[in-house]
């Protein structure tokens, strides 16, 4: 049991991704998580503004079910399968994290610093935010697919357009990461 | 049974992502800095499985449970697109700390503020299918 409640090494995450991967293939379909996206506009009326959108929603319903289960998901393993354990972050993580300004860093998945009620209730916590969900949600869609789609599925095809949009999370991510949260935070 | 299988499958992914941390924006962070190895352990090893895997599905020509060819889908050959848009896929993702996946993911978890990024990666979606034609792909 502790070896459940504690947090699993990559040598046990890595293989059960792939493992949801190949559920998908032999269920028949496709693990991509970013195309979801689409069919929530479309069936938000979306369709009524861009043909990008006039999709038959219903045959993607399947994926929204995935959806469900995640957050499902999410819910059982931090209420159920977790012990609170810190995240063991490296410390040269933890002194830059600090010096950005960002205390406790590890104690829980996401820093208060952007996602407690009280930062995201200023200008500056609720426009990360918004900036930060809409340049994933453009980008995936731009890029046809994110990490799930490209980084794992896509890769493991062989796909040489995948390897190229791993290539661009990564120069997005490393100028964010190194140049631009430096200036926000 | 088909809603089944795949809440199934979705409750699975849930728990690997919350478990190996890769919902967290810490560890992307820190992956992003090239200060621990277990982001690329996680992804480096889901890939050299992933590729031994779909090699297998496809040299034996396994069949979905359905009994149907399985089809993986190839991706359109163009460029521009794929390196623009994972750029800005990925400034995002480094800013929010969450892909599309652990997004739901970590509303699960609790994290209600979370609903507001998902609200704006939807947004961005309507946003880049209404600009779709202008853009260079």
Redesign the interface.
Known sequence: MEY?LN??????????????????????K?FG??S???T??TI?G?DK??D??KIDWKSYS??L??????????????QF??NGAP?D??I??IK??NTLGFSN??ET???PE????DA?LSLKG?S?????????????????????G?????????????L???????????????F??PLIF | MNFLKFLFVGILFGIILVKSEAVSWYRIFEMFKFQSFHMYGIIGSAVGLGIVSVYLIKKYKIKSIEGQKINILAKNKSFINYLLGGTIFGLGWALAGACPGPMYILLGTGVFSMLIVIAAATLGTFVYGLLKSKLPH
């Open positions: 459940i947090p699993w090494p990559w040598y046990i995450s890595g293989p059960l991704i792939t493992l949801v991967m190949v559920i998908l293939i032999l269920f028949g496709n998580m970013s979801n996206l689409r929530l506009c938000g979306a503004y861009a990008f959108f399947w994926n079910v995935v959806v469900l289960g995640a957050i499902i998901g999410g819910f059982i393993a931090t399968l977790s995240i972050l490296s040269e993580t830059d994290l860093a590890g998945l996401l820093p952007i996602y407690s009620w995201i609720m990360i935010l918004i900036i930060g969900g809409f340049l994933v949600g453009f980008g995936a869609r731009y890029a046809g697919g994110c990490t799930s490209h980084a794992i599925s896509g890769l493991s095809n062989l796909q040489i357009p995948s190229i949009a791993v290539i661009g999370f990564f120069i997005g991510g490393l100028v964010m990461t190194h631009i949260l």
